[in-house]
């Protein structure tokens, strides 16, 4: 599919699947419907979020008086289109300066998210600083840092162990020194200690609100889209802990079925902001509801 270049389609099987029952039935009838819900469910989105696709479908067709399979495509991609985009709050914040804080699991792609965004503030000319306030393990300061040194952005760091907050103190201090554009900082994320998480992230927000309150401000949540559903459970989960105001769905390159982006986008008021299609740091991309759903058929 052209959006995304070499990369195979998010879809896979259920693109080729719901094209295969639209060609085989001609007629829109209850057998076709039945046979699209179950191909939906079937393919990482929720139950609710099936349910009120074939909800929207069905009005689809009606108001259209859509009577060939050929159009129920269209319209599949229309009521898509509409559940995964979120308007204006799809947009990242363009004003600078800007800090990014990313939270998420461990594992999920934080930092390697960090990278591919400071890539594209960097693509885009704008001058980047990172933050490594994932102090819990000396060696994700040190990968941040690395990816830093590959880029072009300069990574503050401190010992492991320390105070996060203290980080993202002197983080605010060089940016604000050197007139930096985008400030994105790495978080720890241990959601087995829900409470020290909660603390941290609190405290970080209270630094930034109190050193840099003329800075917008971003709160992006990592999310793996190969853990299906139980990317759902954690967007609940963090989304109790910390406001976010969007989503980075990781790893749509891999076994992922793309249809877990619909379900994240429906049950969340959340917008998905990025998705992560690689390890490399060119590998993030915009999201964009209306073409990802075009891409269903594609
Ligand atoms: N295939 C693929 N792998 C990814 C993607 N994003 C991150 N990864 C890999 O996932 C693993 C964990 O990523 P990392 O950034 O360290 O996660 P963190 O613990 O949340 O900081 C690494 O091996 C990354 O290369 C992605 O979009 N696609
Ligand atoms: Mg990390």
Same mark, same amino acid.
């Given at each position: 599919m052209a959006l995304f270049g070499e990369k195979k389609s998010f879809f896979g099987r259920m693109s080729e699947r719901i094209t295969d029952v639209l060609m085989a039935r001609v007629k829109v009838d209850e057998e076709l419907m039945e046979e699209l819900e179950e191909i939906l469910i079937t393919s990482d989105i929720g139950m609710g979020t099936t349910m009120k696709i074939m909800e929207l479908l069905r009005k689809e067709i009606k108001d259209n008086s859509i009577s060939n399979s050929e159009d129920v495509k269209e319209a599949l991609t229309r009521v898509v289109a509409e559940i995964c985009d979120k308007g204006e709050r799809q947009k990242l914040s363009s004003e600078t300066p800007l800090v990014i804080l990313v939270v998420g699991i461990n594992g999920g792609g934080k930092t390697t998210s960090i990278a591919k965004l400071g890539h594209m503030f960097k693509s885009q000319g704008k001058t980047v600083l990172f933050a490594?306030? $994932?102090? #819990?393990?000396?060696a994700a300061a040190e990968q941040l840092d690395m990816w830093g040194k590959r880029i072009g952005v300069n990574t503050v760091m401190h010992n492991a162990g320390a105070d996060p907050s203290a980080v993202i103190f002197d983080s605010i201090q060089s940016v604000k020194a050197k007139g930096i554009d985008v400030l994105i900082c790495d978080t720890a994320g241990r959601l087995q200690t829900k409470k020290n998480l909660m603390a941290e992230l609190e405290k970080m927000n209270k630094v930034i609100d109190k050193e840099f309150p003329e800075a917008k401000r971003e709160t992006l949540l990592v999310l793996d889209a190969t853990t299906g559903k139980n990317a759902v459970s954690q967007a609940e989960e963090f989304g109790n802990v910390t406001d976010v105001s969007g989503i980075i769905l990781t790893k749509l390159d891999g076994s992922a079925k793309g249809g877990i982006a619909i379900t994240v986008a429906d049950e #969340? $008021?959340?917008?998905?902001?990025f998705i992560g299609v690689g390890e490399k740091m060119e590998d993030l991309q915009v999201f964009d509801g209306m073409k990802f759903a075009g891409g269903i058929f594609q």
């Amino acid at each position: 599919m052209a959006l995304f270049g070499e990369k195979k389609s998010f879809f896979g099987r259920m693109s080729e699947r719901i094209t295969d029952v639209l060609m085989a039935r001609v007629k829109v009838d209850e057998e076709l419907m039945e046979e699209l819900e179950e191909i939906l469910i079937t393919s990482d989105i929720g139950m609710g979020t099936t349910m009120k696709i074939m909800e929207l479908l069905r009005k689809e067709i009606k108001d259209n008086s859509i009577s060939n399979s050929e159009d129920v495509k269209e319209a599949l991609t229309r009521v898509v289109a509409e559940i995964c985009d979120k308007g204006e709050r799809q947009k990242l914040s363009s004003e600078t300066p800007l800090v990014i804080l990313v939270v998420g699991i461990n594992g999920g792609g934080k930092t390697t998210s960090i990278a591919k965004l400071g890539h594209m503030f960097k693509s885009q000319g704008k001058t980047v600083l990172f933050a490594a306030a $994932d102090t #819990f393990r000396a060696a994700a300061a040190e990968q941040l840092d690395m990816w830093g040194k590959r880029i072009g952005v300069n990574t503050v760091m401190h010992n492991a162990g320390a105070d996060p907050s203290a980080v993202i103190f002197d983080s605010i201090q060089s940016v604000k020194a050197k007139g930096i554009d985008v400030l994105i900082c790495d978080t720890a994320g241990r959601l087995q200690t829900k409470k020290n998480l909660m603390a941290e992230l609190e405290k970080m927000n209270k630094v930034i609100d109190k050193e840099f309150p003329e800075a917008k401000r971003e709160t992006l949540l990592v999310l793996d889209a190969t853990t299906g559903k139980n990317a759902v459970s954690q967007a609940e989960e963090f989304g109790n802990v910390t406001d976010v105001s969007g989503i980075i769905l990781t790893k749509l390159d891999g076994s992922a079925k793309g249809g877990i982006a619909i379900t994240v986008a429906d049950e #969340f $008021d959340l917008p998905i902001k990025f998705i992560g299609v690689g390890e490399k740091m060119e590998d993030l991309q915009v999201f964009d509801g209306m073409k990802f759903a075009g891409g269903i058929f594609q």
